[in-house]
């Protein structure tokens, strides 16, 4: 016969067993929550994202070349050489630096006949101090690898489908045959022979396709008539050695194909997107602060149901639905040639038009992405705007803000534009030229409502969101490392390696 005593202790036990059991359970599911509770704003975003059918899927099946590969290191080499500078004194760094954003942080570009070649992002200026003359924003190259459609504002590289065949329509051709079916490879292309960026004056009266022979004779050494020779070129062994083909003489491995080849693959290795949103998407709900996820639910929430609809172009993964739109940016800069001249040369751009002379493409520019867009202002096509407030604000409803940004001459607030001499008097014609581009949004406007009312909080709440698609490496020197050129570890090819300093001249 059992005791009273051992009766209690043994279901003592059991329910100590029952007490441990039941706060494991509870533990478990805490854990499987990510410790936070799901609040309110949690489960308007979850259906939200449900609503946006936002997945990563896509980014976990792309496929991006290793930057420690042999082409991407041949790329990055190339991708810091002035050598592809028509006059050897600017390079795709120039306007691209990993430690700016993928940009160059500059309202708008200073690309050859800069007073110090070497010297990139703010302090950067032409040998005499006067405005730039690159006519557009330099876009961050950051994530590249995930435009589909369209490179460059205008679209002027894009995707196009004939008879079920996929080509590729460029300045070259429409469609381009040369361009291959790979929009970064077509892009490659280009940069090297626009006059203000990367050309200059060198070969003039050349054409696109002439100038880029013209280069690549130049690093294999045997430069045409009128082009001095490099100091020295270690490009052809280099060349040999990635592409495998040991017995080839220079000018056969050196190629204008190859030297894309190169720079595609290394454009393609600068893939920084874990975020705090994406972390957010994959199930962790601490990733983001309740402002943040404010701003999360006006950036994808209808307006009917007191959104601001972010989305309907800023969509995907990229934050881009890869179109053109007429958002009537203020029209600062030297212009794309477009209109009448002002009284200092500066002209109108009008973006998509000049790509399709279809006049209802006036003024429209392709949606960037959003990716990383707290660490690469100026913003917009000109790099009218400093700030993101600034931005968000104009986008939502252009016309309170367009007054004030000419009552305030808000480019001369700019550190770059600031410096110059009469900054207020250097774009007379900006404010009749950006008249004319709210016009085209009007327009676009009847069949494409896009303007919305915020408050000062629900921009600071979007703004808020916008911080958490910045991938913390891009902000930090050592985890950039292997995105800047080092000639400790890459012998240098020729005499005409970017070594990027800022203002301070610190090196980059």
Not at 62 to 82: C, E, H, M, R, W
Not at 153 to 165: A, I, K, P, Q, T
Not at 383 to 399: H, M, R
Not at 462 to 472: K, M, Q, R, V
Request: hydrophobic share 35%.
């Amino acid at each position: 016969m059992v005791s009273s005593i051992a009766v209690l202790e043994m279901n003592s036990k059991k329910y100590f067993c029952y007490f441990i059991v039941f706060y494991s359970i509870l533990f478990f599911i805490s854990g499987c929550s990510d410790r936070e509770p799901e609040n309110n704003e949690d489960i308007q975003l979850r259906t939200l994202i449900e609503k946006n059918e936002l997945s990563l899927t896509s980014l976990s099946n792309l496929s991006v070349p290793n930057i420690d590969s042999p082409l991407a290191q041949l790329g990055k080499t190339l991708f810091y050489s002035k050598s592809l500078g028509g006059e050897e004194d600017s390079a795709c760094v120039t306007c691209h630096h990993p430690l700016l954003g993928g940009g160059d942080n500059l309202n708008l570009s200073v690309g050859v006949g800069a007073e110090l070649p070497n010297l990139l992002g703010l302090g950067r200026t032409t040998t005499d101090h006067s405005a730039p003359t690159v006519p557009r924003n330099a876009l961050t190259v950051f994530n590249i690898a995930l435009w589909e459609k369209t490179l460059f504002w205008d679209g002027r590289v894009e995707v196009v489908h004939n008879s079920g065949l996929k080509q590729i329509n460029t300045p070259d051709g429409q469609p381009d045959l040369s361009a291959g079916d790979e929009l970064l490879f077509a892009q490659a292309a280009f940069p090297v022979t626009s006059a203000e960026e990367m050309r200059g004056y060198f070969k003039q009266t050349a054409s696109n396709d002439e100038l880029r022979k013209h280069l690549a004779k130049r690093l294999a050494d045997a430069p045409d008539d009128g082009d001095p020779q490099l100091a020295f070129s270690h490009w052809p062994d280099m060349f040999r050695t990635v592409f495998n083909q040991p017995s080839a003489s220079a000018s056969e491995i050196i190629t204008p194909e190859n030297i894309q080849l190169a720079l595609s693959a290394f454009q393609r290795t600068m893939l920084f997107v874990d975020n705090p949103w994406f972390a957010y998407l994959k199930g962790d709900i601490s990733a983001l602060t309740t402002q943040q996820k404010r701003g999360a639910i006006l950036f994808y929430a209808e307006k009917q149901n007191g959104g601001a609809h972010c989305v309907s172009c800023h969509s995907g993964l990229l934050f881009s639905d890869e179109k053109l739109h007429p958002l009537g940016f203020p029209q600062i800069g030297h212009g794309k040639g477009d209109g009448v001249a002002d009284s200092n040369g500066n002209t109108d751009d009008f973006g998509r038009y000049r790509v399709t002379n279809d006049i209802e493409d006036i003024y429209k520019f392709r949606t960037p992405t959003l990716l990383n867009v707290a660490q690469t202002a100026p913003y917009g096509h000109a790099g009218s705007f400093n700030t993101l407030k600034e931005v968000i604000q104009y986008s939502a409803d252009p016309l309170p803000s367009f007054f004030t940004y000419f009552q305030e001459y808000k480019w001369c607030q700019s550190e770059q534009l600031a410096r110059l001499a009469s900054c207020m008097e250097l774009y007379p014609l900006a404010k009749e030229h950006t008249q004319k581009s709210l016009s085209a949004r009007q327009t676009f406007e009847l069949q494409h409502p896009i303007s919305v009312t915020l408050t000062n909080d629900e921009i600071e709440d979007i703004e808020a969101f916008l911080h958490t698609l910045t991938d913390p490496c891009i902000l930090n020197k050592e985890c950039m490392t292997p995105w800047l050129y080092d000639s400790s570890v890459i012998n240098d090819p020729d005499e005409n390696m970017l070594r990027a300093v800022n203002e301070s001249g610190e090196l980059l």
